[in-house]
């Protein structure tokens, strides 16, 4: 049988990873499959350059993500910096989004 991932699977599973593991450098955290590759890519983007512990905080959770998933299912794990208020660029499902202020209009 094959194994069916699904967009609640996705967010489920990184929304579960990231408790207790977020630095307030995160900015967004957003997930999505590629069935092809059988790949689980992971998009963590900060507030500027992450630190080794933000970094190692996303790592572990993104640990957690691929060990849902059955072999032979691989993960893409990408730490991106993006200063405020530069544009987020998530993943197909956005699982983490922090608050911010937005400019009055």
Do not use: N
């Not at 512990?53 to 893409?76: G, H, M, N, Q, Y």
């Not at 530069?86 to 937005?102: F, G, I, K, N």
């Amino acid at each position: 049988m094959k194994h069916i991932v699904d967009r609640q699977m996705l967010l489920l599973s990184l929304q579960r990873a990231l408790l207790g593991e977020v630095d307030p450098t995160l900015r967004q955290a957003s997930v999505e499959a590629d069935a092809a590759l059988q790949t689980i890519r992971l998009r963590f983007e900060y507030d500027g350059s992450p630190g080794d512990i933000a970094k190692e905080c996303c790592s572990c959770a993104a640990t957690s993500v691929i060990a849902d998933f059955p072999d032979p299912w691989r993960l893409d794990e990408q730490h991106c910096a993006v200063p405020m208020p530069d544009p987020l660029s998530p993943l197909t499902h956005v699982a983490y989004l922090r608050a911010e202020s937005r400019p009055a209009v």
